[in-house]
């Protein structure tokens, strides 16, 4: 049997997968969550992060090892996350990575996490296609090539979509995990009860803003504290959505495109992949489990690199916290 392992630490989850080197089949994804470490603060703590993956990422492997039913022998190839991320994170999952990488003499490759988000939707195939990531960290509009190669068509101008999720989580007192939170209580709400402003109305261009939004459910907060938190965040997902969704819409039409692919933790949105499947357009997505940080993800964004004739990464590559994705070629060597 021939099996990559993917590692991702580049926040708070330790992820340690194994996929089919042959066609990618995802064999085991184990995600460590380090819930009840940042819950306390409310965010994550970075130094805590760290330490946790360091004392986790054994056992995170020992599990995908065994639940995937594989040996070390049949491990032919490691992939890690380079950035972007906690650097202190990254360090833990990409020296872990490249030791095992060395102790076994396999090829090492240094992966860019957005190219793991956008890996997790299984690509290959797809064609000429708009690409939206939605993280934590980065809402970032593409339009994906056949061959992978990417062109920026917008982006947050502010807070990332996943972040507002977690920052209006926090002003309605849901518990860390925010965004989770938030879309499960949305759930019980009425979308139309408190019609928010849609973020950028009216712009030509594809970015996207989140911090007015994110104000204005924090002024309305202020103002009538005993709005129904189930409303509220029924309101501010769709609000969301809506902006996320007609974004898409316009620049498919625009540039002539029937098909979008849909990554990142805000991919596992429920409210979001039913108004992308009324879009009209041609969705590919994630599984849920697979569009929140894993390490599956990155061994299936390496696997082309692991198993082709194109030189991996070398092990002298180092962690790099700001990694922008105009520079994720660099993420490679
Ligand atoms: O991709 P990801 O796991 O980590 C980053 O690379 O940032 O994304 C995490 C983000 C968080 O902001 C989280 O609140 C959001 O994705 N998220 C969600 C949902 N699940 C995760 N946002 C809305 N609805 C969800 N179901
Ligand atoms: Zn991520």
Not at 76 to 88: N, S
Not at 119 to 140: E, F, M, N, P, Y
Not at 184 to 190: H, K, N, S, V, Y
Not at 280 to 290: A, D, I, N
């Amino acid at each position: 049997m021939r099996r990559l392992v993917g590692v991702d630490t580049s926040c708070d989850d330790t992820g340690v997968g194994i996929v089919d080197a042959g066609d990618g089949s995802v064999l085991a994804n184990v995600v460590l969550h380090q819930h009840e470490t940042h819950g306390p603060f409310g965010g994550v703590v970075p130094e805590r992060a760290s330490r946790e993956h360091l004392d986790r990422i054994d056992d995170a492997f020992a599990r995908a090892l065994q639940e995937s039913g594989s040996t070390l022998g049949d491990l032919v190839g490691v992939a890690a996350t380079r950035g972007p991320g906690l650097v202190g994170a990254l360090l833990v999952g990409l020296s872990w990575a490249k030791g095992l990488a060395f102790a076994r003499g396999l090829p090492f490759a240094a992966v860019h996490h957005l190219d793991g988000h956008v890996a997790s939707a299984a690509v290959d195939g797809i064609g000429r296609a708009l690409c939206l990531i939605a993280s934590g960290g980065h809402t970032l509009l593409l339009i994906r090539e056949a061959d992978g190669a990417a062109r920026p068509l917008g982006a947050s101008r502010d807070d990332a979509a996943g972040e507002a999720f977690d920052k209006v989580a926090r002003a309605l007192g849901l518990p860390f995990p925010g965004g989770p939170a938030l879309a499960r209580l949305a759930q019980e709400g009425d979308p139309d009860a408190f019609p928010f402003t849609p973020p950028l109305r009216g712009q030509s261009g594809y970015d996207f803003s989140f911090s007015g939004l994110k104000t204005a459910v924090a002024t309305l907060l202020e103002r009538d504290p005993e709005a129904p938190a189930a409303d509220v965040a029924a309101s501010f997902e769709r609000t969301v959505v809506r902006s996320l969704v007609g974004t898409i819409a316009r620049a498919a039409r625009d540039f002539g495109l029937d098909t979008v692919i849909v990554a990142g933790g805000v991919a596992a949105n429920v409210r979001l992949r039913e108004a992308l499947g009324t879009s009209g357009l041609r969705v590919v997505l994630p599984p849920p489990r697979l569009a929140t940080d894993n390490g599956a993800m990155i061994a299936m964004a390496a696997r082309a690199r692991l198993t082709g004739p194109e030189p991996a990464s070398d092990l002298e590559v180092d962690a790099a916290p700001y990694l922008p994705w105009a520079a994720r070629s660099e993420a490679t060597t």
